[in-house]
């Protein structure tokens, strides 16, 4: 039995998820790792390091990690959560909202360039697609 990396589905969303990192972060001069906190909070809402971390689907040192550089530069602010004495809130800053505005249109010019080998009428079919693929993906994640 061989393994044909063209025809493996893993493969193959790893492959682009790593190409769609190195555009974004060629593009930002930066990493890409504060993306999911600005999907998450750019709303101008608060949510606490474990929500995050859900949303983000990382483990929580990790987005500890990253909520620490992403403070440590500016864009983020905890305050004490009212509800829970023990668990802060994390909102953006000015300046995190306006990095996230940023990112957001860089996002958006690398999704227009993977996109752009796809008929404009195949783009729906390929987005559904992908949001079913995830939402199995999350289901069997989520069997433990």
């Not at 930002?28 to 600005?38: A, E, H, N």
């Not at 620490?68 to 668990?87: A, C, F």
């Not at 796809?118 to 079913?132: A, C, G, Q, S, T």
Request: charged share 25%; aromatic share 6%.
């Amino acid at each position: 039995m061989s393994y044909v990396r063209e025809t493996s589905a893993g493969y193959l969303t790893n492959w682009a998820a790593r190409l769609f990192a190195r555009a974004l972060e060629r593009r930002l001069g930066t990493g890409s790792g504060p993306m999911p906190v600005f999907f998450a909070l750019q709303d101008g809402r608060a949510l606490t390091q474990k929500e995050l971390a859900i949303s983000a689907t990382v483990e929580q040192p990790t987005m500890a990690n990253t909520l620490n550089r992403m403070e440590r530069d500016g864009l983020v602010v905890r305050t004490p959560d009212p509800n829970d004495r023990r668990s802060a809130q994390v909102s953006l800053t000015p300046l995190g909202l306006e990095r996230a505005e940023a990112a957001f249109k860089v996002a958006l010019e690398v999704n227009g360039i993977a996109t752009d080998p796809l008929k404009p009428e195949e783009r729906p079919l390929f987005y559904d697609m992908m949001r079913r693929i995830v939402a199995a993906l999350e289901r069997d994640t989520n069997a433990d």
